[in-house]
């Protein structure tokens, strides 16, 4: 499968938040409202969505390539897992960062996460400051994809 992507704008970050919870989605939101980086946000709310955003399938034909995919393990249609392994086989996506983010505390999903090829994963914490932390870590992350070490 070959698929080109249109040209993002470079001094702003795309980000596909793939989040089933609506409350995850606004403070994911509102989190990144505060951020010192220009983010385009697209959300989808489960499995199928993100594979047909990614694959640029049905209405996401002019979708743009996001510079990062946050992506949560339980998902309804197509799990976090098999939205990852699926990013991971195509060669116009096995690029694109993904930072698991999920309420999953089992140990063996954060190995999964990582053989299946996570850049990142975090546990949602329920607390909110702790989930501002993980938010500004991603933030953090989020900088060295715009501005990459030389």
């Known amino acids: 499968m070959t698929m080109d992507f249109p040209q993002a704008d470079t001094d702003t970050l795309e980000i596909l938040v793939v989040e089933d919870n609506p409350v995850d989605i606004h403070m994911m939101r509102q989190a990144i409202l505060t951020w010192e980086i220009k983010i ?10 993100a594979l047909n955003y990614l694959f640029r399938r049905g209405d996401y034909a002019e979708a743009v390539k996001p510079h990062l995919v946050i992506l949560d393990l339980n998902l309804p249609r197509k799990n976090g897992r098999e ?6 086989k195509v060669p116009a996506t096995s690029d694109i960062p993904v930072i ?3 309420t999953s505390d089992a140990e063996s999903d954060a190995r999964i996460s990582f053989e299946l090829g996570a850049s990142l994963f975090y546990r949602k914490p329920e607390d909110l ?20 070490p030389s």
């Open 40 to 49: 385009n946000l697209r959300v989808a709310r489960h499995g199928e969505e």
């Open 100 to 102: 698991v983010l999920t």
């Open 129 to 148: 400051d702790a989930f501002l932390d993980v938010m500004a870590s991603i933030q953090d992350f989020c900088r060295t994809l715009l501005n990459p």
């Open 83 to 88: 939205v990852l392994a699926e990013i991971r």
